[in-house]
């Protein structure tokens, strides 16, 4: 699987995300991306998230998605939301809409910015009227860890699920001053969830990997490391991230995950055209870390399973 960083510009301006790169690069042209999924596809991939910034931004995104499908992969896309209505022409071919939401309008607007609810409402509302499959992403900060509930609510009455998260590590981060959830806070959630997917409420993450969150020994934002004794205590499987999913970001280099994305101390990029991809994809592969409070590389596992192939078909017959 790639994630595929169309453009590091965005039209919102929410405080913890990570990709704030606006304008740092001159975006690549629709033919470097039709070459880059050209080598992801002669290396096996199957799957193709389209992210940014704010990928309905970039000039080209829709030959992007199109080409994306002939090579036969399946097409993911992220966005905000704000620019579904003018372009939903270009949402109808793709195979799964996840829209960022992060609560009701006095949550959200104050993580994604004043008036960003009604944008990203309506371009929701848009979507479903056009029977996109689409799913929520929602970022938890102090602003809106109280609209967990609200949320789940308003993704029932719209058939979509949500995926929780905390803001990953990066400068940004900072700015957002008290904002920040604490372990203490984010373990409270996290409880919360696990009792509330138990209740059969619409959360993507399975329960282990809920579990994996309660039960990790360090702050959520320090890594385990594989020379640290007894570092298999975390998890028994090493984090599949980097091996088996990839980011590339607006430039073209590439990126293990988004834990590392602001670690130059731990990862330095490769770029796939400076480099070359076998360089860029071996410095993704050999990692110092083994696993982090991140429930993705856990999922991803668990989906390999019996029992997760089993969860995965029942999430993924109500995103139809």
């Not at 992801?40 to 499908?69: A, H, N, Q, S, W």
Request: aromatic share 10%.
């Amino acid at each position: 699987m790639a994630l595929l960083f169309l453009t590091s510009r965005c039209n919102l301006n929410c405080g913890y995300c990570f990709a704030e790169h606006r304008g740092e690069f001159k975006d690549l042209s629709v033919d470097q991306w039709k070459d880059v999924i050209d080598e992801l596809k002669r290396r096996g991939t199957e799957l193709i998230f389209l992210m940014g910034g704010e990928p309905l931004l970039y000039d080209g995104f829709g030959e992007v998605i199109e080409y994306v499908k002939q090579k036969g992969i399946q097409c993911h896309l992220t966005t905000n939301g704000v620019l579904i209505p003018q372009l939903i022409e270009e949402m109808k071919k793709v195979d799964l809409l996840m829209v960022s939401l992060d609560g009701n309008k006095a949550g959200n607007d104050l993580n994604r910015g004043e008036g960003s609810f009604a944008k990203i409402t309506r371009g929701i509302e848009v979507a479903k009227e056009n029977d996109i499959p689409l799913r929520i992403n929602c970022v938890l900060t102090r602003n809106n860890v109280g609209d967990v509930e609200w949320l789940l609510d308003y993704a029932e009455k719209i058939k979509a699920y949500v995926g929780f998260t905390i803001p990953a590590k990066c400068p940004e981060l900072n700015s957002m001053g008290n904002m920040v959830l604490s372990n203490e806070e984010i373990s409270e959630v996290h409880k919360k969830l696990l009792e509330l997917k138990r209740k059969g409420r619409k959360i993507t993450l399975s329960e282990r990997s809920i579990k994996h969150i309660l039960s990790y020994p360090k702050h959520f934002h320090e890594i385990v490391y594989k020379d640290e004794a007894n570092y298999k205590e975390a998890s028994a499987d090493e984090c599949c991230y980097g091996r088996y999913i990839i980011f590339v970001d607006a430039e073209g280099s590439i990126y293990p995950c988004t834990t590392l994305w602001e670690c130059p101390e731990v990862y330095k990029p490769r770029n796939v055209f400076r480099d070359g991809w076998d360089e860029a994809l071996r410095n993704a592969q050999e990692l110092p870390c083994w696993i982090c409070y991140c429930a993705g590389g856990v999922e991803w596992d668990y989906m390999t399973s019996f029992r997760g192939i089993i969860h995965a078909l029942r999430f993924s017959l109500t995103q139809v």
